[in-house]
């Protein structure tokens, strides 16, 4: 159940299909999907003979499958939901559910978001709010977390207010929540601070006051993105290290370590940065958290003004399909990068497109950093900003913040990743 229209049924597929060379491994993943997506309509909609064992759709639907590349690692899970219609006695989403959305997931993981969030509108659009609450809050949590990446600002708010809204009829605090902090993190995106701020210090007190410490981490784990925002980044740094002790699944930690390294790039201390970027970019488990960690390191570099590792990472970023939010902080770095390096004409070009990207996808924060930075560089006053900058930053920090740095790096020498 969502307020969210569902679209003419997996038109992200043919969309898809349309791009790809035809019979490639990569053609052949996303037909089998859309077959059997086709397939399991239909099971829902006419019964269990759409699965029989003569049913010459399920039979060209294992045939497609089949055909995929052996070391796809969605093969498995497509064939996965097949069977378990044919086994199931009648057609039911919750006995298909799982599947469906751990496919999804997949799909997240591999930064195709598009193509899950069909997934989930599919699930929400046979899913019962009282009979498959469950179902339907982690659909609606998880097609708001890709309308988000996808800067759907609107859509994705509606998902999450269905999310909360089967949460509370079932009376599951933890979803409510989450869904909340879904929403905190929206406005932060959109660049309204203290409604974000009201948002999360309400759900860090109540998810306390409920026993639920990994919500409370994820809380204050954005709550010190709003002090990262306002420039408090020392505070930034102590709340996100409290954040990554207390977060458990491996995703998320990827997503406070980032956001940790980050902290400590505005401080300067470049090392620390540096050390907790090149954990997440070769560890990460989403390709999303690989590209922002892989960003990261290329503003380092600009920063430390290295124009061999500028080059490397801005390589490694060439041709990624990346998200509104990336490709605007992807401009602004080369921009940056080009003028450190006395490429004004480049840097000018790239810092128009950060600003084009950031209006078409409502990132306001985000064009006003853009377009503070074109002033810069209209008046070619950025080298005396960045010195300001450089002045300003403390030569020393709290030993607690040391600390912090400390940790880190034995992480990194633990996980054994080099530069």
Same mark, same amino acid.
């Given at each position: 159940?969502?307020?969210?229209?569902?679209?003419?049924? +997996?038109?992200?597929?043919?969309?898809?299909?349309?791009?790809?060379?035809?019979?490639?491994?990569?053609?052949?993943?996303?037909?089998?999907?859309?077959?059997?997506?086709?397939?399991?309509?239909?099971?829902?909609?006419?019964?269990?003979?759409?699965?029989? !064992?003569?049913?010459?759709?399920?039979?060209?639907?294992?045939?497609? *499958?089949?055909?995929?590349?052996? +070391?796809?690692?969605?093969? &498995?899970?497509?064939?996965?939901?097949?069977?378990?219609?044919?086994?199931?006695?009648?057609?039911?989403?919750?006995?298909?559910?799982?599947?469906?959305?751990?496919?999804?997931?997949?799909?997240?993981?591999? @930064?195709?978001?598009?193509?899950? @969030?069909? *997934?989930?509108?599919?699930?929400?659009?046979?899913?019962?709010?009282?009979?498959?609450?469950?179902?339907?809050?982690?659909?609606?949590?998880?097609?708001?977390? /890709?309308?988000?990446?996808?800067?759907?600002?609107?859509?994705?708010?509606? /998902?999450?207010?269905?999310?909360?809204?089967?949460?509370?009829?079932?009376?599951?605090?933890?979803?409510?929540?989450?869904?909340?902090?879904?929403?905190?993190?929206?406005?932060?995106?959109?660049?309204?601070?203290? +409604?974000?701020?009201?948002?999360?210090?309400?759900?860090?007190?109540?998810?306390?006051?409920?026993?639920?410490? %990994?919500?409370?981490?994820?809380?204050? +784990?954005?709550?010190?993105?709003?002090?990262?925002?306002?420039?408090?980044?020392?505070?930034?740094?102590?709340?996100?290290?409290?954040?990554?002790?207390?977060?458990?699944?491996?995703?998320?930690? !990827?997503?406070?370590?980032?956001?940790?390294?980050?902290?400590?790039?505005?401080?300067?201390?470049?090392?620390?940065?540096?050390?907790?970027?090149?954990?997440?970019?070769?560890?990460?488990?989403?390709?999303?958290?690989?590209?922002?960690?892989?960003?990261?390191?290329?503003?380092?570099?600009?920063?430390?003004?290295?124009?061999?590792?500028?080059?490397?990472?801005?390589?490694?970023?060439?041709?990624?399909?990346?998200?509104?939010?990336?490709?605007?902080?992807?401009?602004?770095?080369?921009?940056? &990068?080009?003028?450190?390096?006395?490429?004004?004409?480049?840097?000018?070009?790239?810092?128009?497109?950060?600003?084009?990207?950031?209006?078409?996808?409502?990132?306001?924060?985000?064009?006003?950093?853009?377009?503070?930075?074109?002033?810069?560089?209209?008046?070619?006053?950025? !080298?005396?900003?960045?010195?300001?900058?450089?002045? %300003?930053?403390?030569?020393?920090?709290?030993?607690?913040?040391?600390?912090?740095?400390?940790?880190?790096? %034995?992480?990194?020498?633990? @996980? &054994?990743?080099?530069?």
């Amino acid at each position: 159940m969502s307020s969210i229209a569902r679209p003419l049924a +997996h038109m992200p597929y043919f969309e898809k299909l349309a791009e790809l060379a035809n019979d490639t491994p990569e053609w052949r993943s996303v037909s089998a999907a859309l077959v059997m997506l086709r397939l399991f309509d239909s099971w829902m909609t006419t019964g269990a003979e759409a699965v029989f !064992d003569d049913a010459p759709g399920l039979n060209a639907v294992r045939d497609q *499958i089949a055909a995929m590349d052996i +070391h796809d690692t969605t093969r &498995g899970l497509l064939s996965s939901i097949v069977e378990s219609m044919v086994i199931a006695e009648q057609p039911r989403i919750v006995t298909v559910a799982p599947r469906l959305m751990a496919y999804a997931r997949a799909l997240q993981h591999a @930064a195709k978001w598009q193509l899950a @969030a069909d *997934i989930y509108r599919t699930v929400l659009s046979y899913a019962k709010p009282i009979g498959d609450a469950e179902t339907v809050i982690q659909a609606n949590m998880q097609l708001g977390r /890709c309308l988000r990446v996808l800067a759907e600002w609107d859509e994705s708010l509606t /998902c999450f207010a269905a999310a909360s809204q089967v949460a509370t009829m079932t009376d599951d605090v933890m979803s409510i929540l989450r869904a909340r902090i879904q929403e905190a993190n929206i406005s932060i995106d959109r660049g309204n601070l203290p +409604h974000a701020e009201v948002l999360l210090d309400e759900t860090i007190v109540q998810a306390k006051e409920a026993g639920l410490s %990994e919500v409370r981490a994820t809380a204050i +784990h954005d709550r010190a993105r709003v002090a990262s925002r306002r420039g408090r980044y020392e505070d930034a740094v102590v709340m996100q290290y409290e954040a990554l002790k207390g977060v458990r699944n491996q995703m998320a930690r !990827d997503r406070v370590l980032n956001d940790l390294g980050a902290s400590f790039a505005q401080l300067g201390i470049f090392t620390a940065a540096r050390d907790a970027f090149l954990v997440v970019a070769a560890t990460a488990q989403e390709q999303y958290m690989r590209w922002t960690a892989t960003l990261n390191l290329l503003d380092v570099a600009v920063q430390e003004r290295r124009e061999t590792l500028v080059e490397q990472y801005r390589r490694d970023l060439d041709g990624a399909a990346l998200p509104p939010t990336l490709l605007t902080y992807y401009f602004i770095y080369m921009a940056q &990068g080009h003028r450190a390096f006395d490429q004004l004409p480049l840097a000018k070009a790239a810092v128009n497109r950060a600003i084009e990207v950031a209006t078409q996808n409502q990132l306001g924060q985000l064009r006003f950093e853009a377009e503070e930075l074109f002033g810069e560089l209209e008046s070619q006053e950025l !080298d005396e900003v960045r010195e300001t900058r450089k002045a %300003e930053r403390k030569a020393t920090w709290s030993s607690e913040v040391d600390g912090i740095a400390t940790a880190l790096h %034995e992480l990194r020498t633990m @996980a &054994g990743v080099q530069e």
